[in-house]
């Protein structure tokens, strides 16, 4: 870091190759990266960490993989607990219980965020956690903090999150309010009966679905899907929790935005990359996030890098947008393929489907685990539901 002449007051302004705004997955991961690669980082966050951050905390496979691809080794073991064992319901019915396929791994993002960002640090990141942005000039990359201090990066990437202030300045707004998603979660008290079986609830919210996902000091249950089609999401919180036993009005309920299908298609501006949910990149079928906010962190970095060594910094962002291809089709595919699962229409032929096609609930969960891609279930899906359909048309599901 070196630092300049302010403009206008008496503290000089901090000079970094690159600023990271939002410590979370994303930018946790876009500065470990960049620290890695030799370039001086400033991480800045608003929040002081540990915090907490709401989420199902579910890591796939697929998250694993890029975790892996991020550290150079696993995630330490203590920071999550494995379930392997998975039960599909729609609308109170079951649609199977299924084992022998790879397993999920719950963590709570109070420790997975901290283990991030302080693994960050320790590469090399300055730490500019607790200290909420005042302004943000994305031509010039310079951040303004109510510290009092300001910070100027030759490249900034903006990692804070689905309300990012970094997208904000850019385009106005941070994502489409007809197509974000929202969801809601209580912690409850752990169920006895069946505590290691992640279940998930295709009937539980319109666009989206209900997940129980036990840990060993409380259960993480939710319900979330497309804002627009679920006005009342509170009371589908409370149907879903009433359905499994557990009293609403006993609950601490949460809720929170999150990108639904639509992502950036150009990432950014100028010298200003966007990663993460700042950047629109979750399933819009599953809603996870993780592994697209630590892999689009780690490209942000690595395109980042790339430019800077050849000292043009303006082409970190096709760079960057270039590395990114496989995840936005991948998003393409998934915004395809919601269509025959969540539409009202098919949806009934798709939980048929679901129901008897123990291939399809396999595939479902290796999609999850990273050994399958939307485009091969899509595939799966195409060639059963004909039938499906036309059976849910002559008979009518309780699915609408
Ligand atoms: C209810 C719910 C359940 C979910 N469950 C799962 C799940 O089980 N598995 C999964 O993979 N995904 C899940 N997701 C999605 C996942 O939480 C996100 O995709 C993921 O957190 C994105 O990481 P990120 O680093 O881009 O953003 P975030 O995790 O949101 O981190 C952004 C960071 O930026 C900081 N910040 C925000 N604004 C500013 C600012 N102006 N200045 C400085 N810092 C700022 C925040 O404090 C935060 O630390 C869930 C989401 C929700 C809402």
């Given at each position: ?22 410590a ?17 980082v400033?991480l ?6 540990p ?35 998975f ?40 730490d ?44 106005g ?9 929202f ?28 997940w ?30 009433r ?19 639509a ?5 950014g ?13 979750v ?118």
């Amino acid at each position: 870091m070196t630092q300049s002449a302010a403009a206008s007051d008496a503290r000089p302004v901090e000079h970094y190759d690159i600023l990271v705004m939002g410590a979370g997955p994303a930018g946790a991961a876009a500065a470990l990266t960049a620290a890695r690669h030799g370039m001086s980082v400033a991480l800045i966050d608003r929040r002081r960490f540990p915090r907490d951050k709401l989420c199902g905390g579910g890591i796939t496979g697929r998250c694993a993989a890029a975790l892996e691809r991020l550290l150079g080794h696993p995630l330490p073991g203590h920071l999550a607990e494995e379930r392997g064992t998975f039960e599909f319901h729609a609308h109170g019915a079951s649609l199977g219980t299924v084992d022998g396929v790879p397993p999920i791994h719950l963590t709570t993002r109070r420790a997975f965020d901290t283990y991030l960002q302080s693994t960050a640090i320790a590469a090399g990141a300055d730490d500019r956690s607790g200290q909420k942005p005042t302004g943000i000039d994305p031509g010039k990359c310079r951040v303004t903090l109510d510290s009092g201090a300001t910070l100027e990066g030759r490249i900034l990437i903006g990692a804070d999150g689905v309300a990012s202030t970094t997208a904000r300045s850019l385009f106005g707004r941070a994502y489409d309010p007809h197509q974000v998603g929202f969801a809601m979660e209580v912690e409850a008290p752990p169920e006895q009966d069946t505590p290691d079986r992640v279940r998930i609830d295709f009937g539980a919210a319109e666009w989206g679905y209900g997940w129980h996902f036990p840990k060993s000091g409380s259960a993480t249950i939710g319900v979330g899907g497309l804002h627009g089609r679920n006005p009342e999401m509170r009371a589908a919180l409370e149907t879903y929790l009433r359905g499994l036993g557990v009293d609403p009005s006993m609950q601490k309920v949460k809720g929170a935005f999150l990108p639904f299908g639509a992502f950036r298609r150009i990432p950014g501006h100028g010298r200003v990359l966007l990663a993460g949910d700042a950047a629109g990149l979750v399933d819009p079928i599953t809603g996870e996030g993780l592994a697209h906010a630590i892999d689009s962190g780690r490209m942000a970095a690595e395109a980042a890098t790339e430019a800077l060594a050849e000292d043009r910094p303006e082409t970190a962002l096709p760079l960057y947008r270039k590395s990114l291809g496989p995840i936005h089709g991948a998003l393409r595919h998934a915004r395809a393929l919601r269509l025959v699962i969540y539409a009202p229409p098919l949806k009934a032929g798709f939980i048929r489907a679901f129901r008897d096609s123990r291939t399809l609930r396999h595939d479902y969960l290796r999609m999850l685990g990273g050994q399958r891609e939307y485009a091969d279930i899509m595939a799966a899906l195409l060639r059963r539901l004909p039938r499906h359909l036309s059976r849910s048309l002559l008979a009518p599901a309780r699915a609408h």
